[in-house]
């Protein structure tokens, strides 16, 4: 069975900094692309970061400069580094993986970042 569990979700202040952790079990870790998403009040849910099993990085514009995606395989763990957190970053954020053999998605239950201006 499947599970993605994220945390470190919480009330920051604008300006402050948070750690996103995703720890994934019945997954094989290497063959997943590892993503986190943020899915904000009436709008749907948008990539913010992700990462290949070949340790490519991809991230929104909001998201560069400011956020580091990066995965610990003996840890089965995907972690999303957020500094410089803004009022528009607030959302509940989900981590994916999807399996490049089975060519499915796996989500989480979420975590909520709200951040205060």
């Known amino acids: 069975q499947v599970q993605l569990v994220e945390s470190g979700g919480g009330l920051v202040q604008a300006g402050g900094s948070l750690r996103l952790s995703c720890l994934a079990s019945?997954?094989?870790?290497?063959?997943?692309?590892l993503g986190w998403y943020r899915q904000a009040p009436g709008k749907q849910r948008e990539l913010v970061a992700e990462i290949t099993r070949d340790n490519f990085i991809n991230y929104a514009e909001s998201a560069k400069g400011r956020f580091t995606i990066s995965r610990d395989s003996a840890k089965n763990t995907v972690y999303l580094r957020m500094n410089s957190l803004k009022p528009e970053d607030t959302g509940v954020y989900y981590c994916?993986?999807?399996?490049?053999?089975?060519?499915?998605?796996?989500w989480g239950q979420g975590t909520q970042v709200t951040v205060s201006s």
């Open positions: 019945g997954i094989i870790f290497w063959q997943n692309t």
């Open positions: 994916k993986a999807h399996n490049h053999y089975t060519d499915l998605d796996y």
